[in-house]
């Protein structure tokens, strides 16, 4: 099985609580995020560069993990100090 595939079926709706509507333009919410992390730690990237690289390297996986389009070095950086802690419990 795939590490996306993986990621797709363990990190849904049902595991991450929704968060509260806010003021703005959407962002990708959490669901998508921890999916990007968790993804990002079965394929052993540690860098917030590395990991965008390899999204738009393999375009495929970024449609699998349910993304439209390549986040933003600075955004995949900020959501690693937003769900450290959530990460290091499950890893």
Do not use: Q
Request: proline share 3%; net charge positive; with cysteine.
């Amino acid at each position: 099985m795939e590490a996306c595939e993986v990621v797709r079926l363990l990190v849904n709706k049902a595991i991450v609580s929704a968060e509260p509507k806010r003021r703005g333009n959407p962002g990708y919410g959490r669901v998508r995020a921890l999916r990007v992390l968790i993804y990002a730690r079965l394929k052993r990237l540690d860098n917030d560069t590395r990991i965008v690289e390899h999204l738009k390297k393999h375009i495929e996986v970024c449609r699998a993990i349910g993304l439209c389009k390549v986040p933003d070095r600075t955004t995949v950086g900020r959501w690693w100090r937003r769900h450290i802690g959530l990460l290091e419990e499950t890893f």
